[in-house]
């Protein structure tokens, strides 16, 4: 039986703490799907589309790596996709106490769906997708923070559309 595990998250944008738990993973499964979730609560920096573009482009070279963008719940994606754990990546004992809750919850709903943790390396631990965003927002150098693919798109100039 494969085993194939979804790692859900807004990924908004993707960072190298994000990036240290998938490399991580990989060795412990067949096929990883990075699960890019759509909250209708919530108000993101850049597009669906945009984030697994940058995933896809940064595991081109990987083809255990596959993204799929999904609204509801996670343990209906992982049926979806035919996934039988979820991977979630912990920084703080407080980050676990919320995961925790979480994984109870999905296994609740899908008994059969494992939540697996791993714990970021200590030099991730303050690197958080709201906090990047935050430094985007004032333009400040998130360079140590995020892939090339990310940085790229960032210091893009914008494309400017003429309605005529």
């Not at 990883?32 to 945009?50: C, H």
């Not at 303050?126 to 790229?152: E, K, N, Y």
Request: proline share 7%; net charge negative.
């Amino acid at each position: 039986m494969e085993r194939i595990c979804l790692f859900p998250g807004t990924f908004d944008p993707i960072t190298f703490g994000h990036l240290d738990i998938m490399e991580r993973a990989l060795p412990l499964f067949d096929k990883l799907v990075i699960g890019i979730g759509v909250n209708a609560n919530k108000a993101p920096m850049f597009a669906p589309e945009q984030r697994a573009a940058w995933i896809n482009e940064i595991f081109a070279h990987e083809p255990k790596v596959e993204t799929v963008i999904y609204e509801g719940l996670t343990v209906d994606c992982c049926k979806r996709i035919g996934a039988s754990y979820i991977l979630r990546g912990i920084r703080y004992v407080n980050d676990f106490e919320y995961e925790k809750a979480i994984a109870d919850m999905n296994r609740s709903l899908d008994p059969g769906i494992e939540t697996i943790f791993l714990t970021c390396l200590p030099k991730y631990t303050s690197v958080a997708s709201t906090l990047v965003r935050d430094v985007i927002r004032h333009g400040g150098d998130v360079s140590q923070f995020v892939p090339d693919a990310v940085l790229r798109a960032i210091q893009a100039p914008p494309v400017r559309q003429y309605v005529i």
